[in-house]
């Protein structure tokens, strides 16, 4: 399953600049979805496993704001994990698991029977 893995850093001028990471794209055909998603994106790097026969990816943009980002991010068609500066992923959904809500189980009501 392709999936991808954000983080962002600081540029010596202070802006914020977000690095996307592909990975696990199968074939041309999921490469051209992963594009056609990452179009305002900057292609940085490109990489390639003879082994599982699969790609890997790496896009740069700089948004404006962290909401703009998040806007960007809930709307990407893949499974999307945002990392925190130190490599631990953050607990906000992005990505095709943004549109999925938790369900809190039901509980029962207790009924006396007499």
């Known amino acids: 399953m392709t999936q991808a893995v954000a983080w962002k850093t600081k540029t010596d001028d202070e ?5 996307l ?9 999921m490469k ?8 305002n994106w900057s292609l940085t790097g490109e990489g ?6 699969k790609s890997v990816l790496i896009f740069t943009r700089q948004f404006d704001t962290i909401n703009a980002w998040h806007l960007w991010a809930k709307q990407f ?8 500066r130190n490599g631990e ?3 906000i959904k992005l990505g095709i698991d943004a549109g999925k809500k938790k369900r809190r189980k039901r509980k029962r009501r ?3 029977r007499k």
Do not use: C, H, M
């Open 15 to 19: 802006s914020e600049i977000y690095y």
């Open 21 to 29: 990471q592909v990975e696990s794209i199968p074939g041309k055909r």
């Open 32 to 39: 051209n979805k992963v594009f056609e998603a990452t179009d």
């Open 48 to 53: 390639y496993s003879s082994k599982d026969k």
């Open 77 to 84: 068609p893949f499974k999307l994990q945002e990392l925190n």
């Open 89 to 91: 992923p953050k607990a």
């Open 110 to 112: 207790k009924t006396s």
